[in-house]
């Protein structure tokens, strides 16, 4: 028997974890991560949502997010951030974001845009060439889709639905909105009225109407759990070596005097 996918805000518990889990980073990095600042459940970023899942806590994705509203859960007045980025060309005009924007077309060997890419299953990692202090983390469970009705010509349509496979139902009877911009990196939300916003370009801002979207009894959370530990294995044996590295400088330079 399948278990319904259930769809709640984030809890007390859980923002405690995050915000624990977040000390590991300074700098640019923390200032990025520390949502909110003030110890409530309020605000959102990208940042926060990528962070959540790559440590075991599954958010909700766009569809989902609208899915949550079809089954009753009331968001009217707050926006949610999906965990999906979305890549319109390789760079960007608002210069926060040119590098990410070049790194991730790069990584995913991107060259042509004559529609826009979805990315979901990113994570993310330490980064200081980043104006952000993190940059994005590519590996084998992400999944990239052209997503053609994201396109800027389809800016300020009025549609129904969005499916599971990111294809948009236009309609003109519609009630909520698609916002797009024409080129650039962005990420995806649900605004206040529900709209959707494709568009925005700050990719640390936040706001106390935020609020963060849980799946729970969903499959994959284990494994992305499993993941993080093996992540942050891979940092602890990489710090190892480092203080190796630097013991055998230490030990060689008193043994002959040089480095």
């Known amino acids: 028997m399948q278990t319904k996918t259930q769809y709640k805000f984030i809890s007390p518990e859980e923002q405690s974890r995050f915000k624990e889990s977040i000390n590991q980073f300074s700098g640019k990095a923390y200032d990025s991560l520390n949502i909110p600042k003030d110890g409530s459940l309020n605000g959102s970023n990208v940042w926060k949502v990528l962070w959540l899942n790559q440590t075991g806590i599954r958010t909700a994705t766009i569809p989902e997010i609208y899915s949550a ?3 009753g859960m009331n968001l009217r007045g707050t926006y949610e951030d999906g965990r999906e980025v979305i890549l319109r060309s390789n760079g960007d005009l608002f210069s926060n974001n040119n590098y990410l924007a070049q790194k991730l077309a790069e990584d995913l060997h991107l060259t042509n845009f004559d529609n826009p890419y979805i990315v979901k299953g990113l994570g993310i990692k330490r980064d200081e060439k980043s104006d952000y202090g993190l ?15 994201f396109h800027h010509k389809n800016n ?3 549609f129904t639905r ?9 309609d003109k009877k519609g009630e909520i909105t698609f916002y797009a911009r024409e080129d650039g990196l962005s990420w995806l ?11 925005v370009v700050h990719l640390a801002s936040s706001y106390d109407l935020g609020r ?7 499959e994959g959370v284990q494994k992305i759990f499993e993941i993080y530990i093996s992540q942050l294995k891979q940092e602890a044996e990489k710090q190892k070596l480092e203080i190796e590295e630097k013991f055998s400088k230490a030990l060689r330079y008193l043994q002959t005097g040089k480095l």
């Open 212 to 218: 963060v979207v849980v799946v729970s009894d969903a």
């Open 189 to 199: 939300y649900v605004g206040v009225d529900c709209d959707l916003g494709s568009y």
């Open 135 to 149: 940059s994005f983390l590519v590996d084998n469970d992400i999944e990239v889709i052209k997503a053609k009705d």
């Open 156 to 158: 300020r349509k009025k």
């Open 69 to 71: 509203t079809d089954n």
């Open 162 to 170: 969005i499916n599971e496979d990111y294809s948009i139902d236009f």
